[in-house]
């Protein structure tokens, strides 16, 4: 089992930036392939950003594509979420998903049954 630990999110104006961190652990890998997502209140949770362990590929949704960096550590158990010119539509809990062992296929990246853990959600506001 995948065990995922999210820090940072808070509160930001418009405009302003917040980074998102989360360390993974556990199961089958000491790699992992790893992804954010958000739900926001009456929202389902939906996919924002990931980076694919075999070959650093990263994956964003439209919405915050220019605006948004997934990165990682070198160690790939780390990964870290950038956010800029944070908008009040990105307002959400945001979760860390994580997956050891083989990397998922490009086509399941954004899908979060990709993901075997899942971290307990971290809150990101913004308003003025």
């Known amino acids: 089992q995948v065990q995922l630990v999210e820090s940072g999110g808070g509160l930001a104006q418009p405009g302003g930036s917040l980074t998102l961190s989360c360390v993974a652990s556990?199961?089958?890998?000491?790699?992992?392939?790893m992804g954010w997502f958000r739900q926001a209140p009456g929202k389902e949770r939906e996919f924002v950003a990931a980076?694919?362990?075999?070959?650093?590929?990263?994956y964003y949704t439209e919405s915050v594509k220019g605006r948004f960096t997934i990165s990682r550590n070198n160690a790939r158990n780390t990964v870290f979420l950038q956010m800029n010119s944070l908008k009040p539509e990105d307002t959400a809990i945001y979760y860390c998903?994580?997956?050891?062992?083989?990397?998922?296929?490009?086509?399941?990246?954004?899908?979060?049954?990709?993901?075997?853990?899942w971290g307990q959600g971290t809150q990101v506001t913004v308003s003025s």
């Open positions: 998903a994580g997956k050891g062992g083989s990397s998922p296929i490009t086509s399941q990246m954004r899908r979060s049954e990709a993901y075997e853990g």
């Open positions: 556990g199961g089958t890998s000491s790699k992992y392939t």
């Open positions: 980076i694919r362990e075999r070959d650093g590929a990263t």
